[in-house]
Every structure is written in structure tokens, then in C-alpha cells.
């Protein structure tokens, strides 16, 4: 059980930065997009409905490498404080 | 290892190689070469451009993104959606898994098992859609409060960025709550 729990918490803080983004394109509105544009969805936006590659492409890496970040630094401190990883 | 060895060894696992081709072809042509065009994040790219034709501007596209203060806002969404559904959502499995698992078996456990993961099999379109009617202002929330007396007027809550992050969590929680538990329950 231990176990099970540090590995679904490495695998969760890993998906910190990335969104639903299903869940944000359905349920988001002009009137509520303040508090509902994500990381997902504005580089969705910035890429297909203003034809921005380049900086779109320059937002998702820049997310994935600190995402990846993230999972190491996590799988550490659970290796530390519980003898416990991933890898 | 011989080089003999692993051919020999190559040999007697064939069949089984073969099985795992498709998922390394598969593997490389969907995620290793799409590693190529990540390198217009550092250039500047248009759609009359070929991805090696397009000049190279460095570092530029991520001085610009420090300054975004739409990207920013962007972080600041996704950190709390993300910390609340940590928080929420990586909690609520573990607790109903025990609660599920100290049941008696019987039919209570099994329906109770089958309608908490069954949202999982509904894609976020239809979920999405039954939650914009729910939260509209003639929907199925608006109706019980009104007649549960705790509202005067009906709103619609979608239209509120304040109740947005709660929304958004709970509704996730209540779509993948059960699906969590499966994993926890088969470890008891």
C-alpha cells in the first residue's frame, strides 16, 4: 500500500503542470477564461487560433523539461524519506 | 556477453522480439522523431517555412514568455487547479478505497463500486456538456437550491471565475475518484 501511494504520488506531481485539457475546452467561457485558461489551453490557443508556433512550441518544451524536473526532485525525496521510487 | 551468445540468445527469443517491434516502431516514429520539431521553439517559424528553412532567433521565444503576463496567468490557473486537485483528488481514492474495502461483499459493495467508476467512461465532452446544462440557470444545481430555499435567484455558475477552480476540481474528482480506487483496492 505504501508503495502503491508513492508511486501514484510521484506520477501525480509529475502531471502538476499539465492541465485537462478536454475538461478546460468544455467548460470554459469567455465570461470565466480569466480564471480558466492553463498552460494547456493557451498554448493550444497561441498555436492553432493565432498561428504563433515558434512560441507556442517555446511554452510546452519550456513545461515539459521543468514537468520532468519536478518528477525527479519528487522520486528523490520519496527515496529519502521513504525508501521508496520509481527509479 | 559473447557476440555468439547474443545472437544465440536472439534467436531463442524471436517470437517474442517480433511481439515487441511494433511498439518500439511505434515508439520511435510518435515520440522520438517528433523530438525534431521541437526545435522550432528556437527559431522563428511561419507556415511558409520548412522547419529546417526557418532561421534560428536562440533563446528569444522564452525571453518573450517571461513577459507574457497571459502565459503567467496561465501558470497561476494551472498550479492551483493542479495543487487543489493534488490535494482533493489524490486523497479521495485512498480514503474510499478503505471504505470500500472494509464492506461486506455483497451487492451494497458492488453498486457502490460500479457507480463511483462509471463517470471514468464518459469522454469530458459528454461530462463537459451535461455539466454546462447542470450549472445553467434552468439546470438540475439551480432547481434543487431554488427549491431547497438556500437560493433566491438562479445563476449561472459557470459565469463566475471565482467558483471556476472549484468546478473544475470537483467535477474531476467526481469523474476519477473511483477509477483511483481500483489500484489501491487490488494492493489490500
Do not use: C
Not at chain 1, 475546452?25 to 487560433?49: F, G
Not at chain 2, 522480439?17 to 522550432?40: E, R, T, W
Amino acid at each position: 500500500m505504501r508503495n502503491i501511494i508513492a508511486l501514484m504520488f510521484i506520477l501525480a506531481v509529475g502531471g502538476l503542470l499539465n492541465s485537462n485539457l478536454d475538461q478546460t475546452l468544455v467548460l470554459m467561457n469567455p465570461l470565466n477564461s480569466a480564471k480558466a485558461e492553463v498552460i494547456n489551453s493557451y498554448v493550444y490557443k497561441v498555436d492553432l487560433a493565432q498561428g504563433d508556433f515558434s512560441y507556442a512550441t517555446a511554452v510546452g518544451l519550456g513545461i515539459s523539461i521543468i514537468s520532468l524536473g519536478l518528477v525527479l526532485i519528487t522520486n528523490k525525496l520519496t527515496k529519502k524519506l521513504n525508501d521508496r521510487s520509481v527509479f | 556477453m559473447k557476440k555468439s551468445d547474443f545472437f544465440k540468445k536472439l534467436k531463442r527469443q524471436l517470437p517474442l522480439q517480433l511481439m515487441v517491434l511494433p511498439g518500439i516502431i511505434f515508439m520511435i516514429v510518435f515520440s522520438y522523431l517528433p523530438i525534431y520539431g521541437l526545435s522550432i521553439a528556437f527559431k522563428s517559424f511561419s507556415v511558409t517555412d520548412t522547419i529546417s528553412s526557418a532561421s534560428w532567433v536562440g533563446l528569444e521565444n522564452f525571453r518573450i514568455a517571461l513577459d507574457d503576463k497571459f502565459f503567467w496567468n496561465a501558470v497561476v490557473n494551472t498550479l492551483g487547479i493542479s495543487f487543489l486537485k493534488l490535494a482533493i483528488g489524490f486523497t479521495t481514492p485512498i480514503i474510499l478505497a478503505i471504505l470500500i474495502y472494509e464492506l461486506r461483499d455483497g451487492w451494497f459493495k458492488r453498486v457502490i463500486q460500479t457507480v463511483s467508476y462509471l463517470p471514468h467512461f464518459l469522454s469530458w465532452i459528454v461530462l463537459g456538456g451535461m455539466l454546462v446544462n447542470w450549472f445553467s440557470t434552468s439546470g438540475l444545481i439551480n432547481t434543487l437550491l431554488i427549491n431547497l430555499g438556500l437560493i433566491d435567484t438562479a445563476k449561472n455558475f459557470l459565469i463566475e471565475p471565482d467558483k471556476y477552480w472549484l468546478i473544475a476540481v470537483l467535477s474531476d474528482v467526481w469523474k476519477e475518484a473511483g477509477w483511483g480506487t481500483i489500484i489501491y483496492l487490488a494492493t489490500m
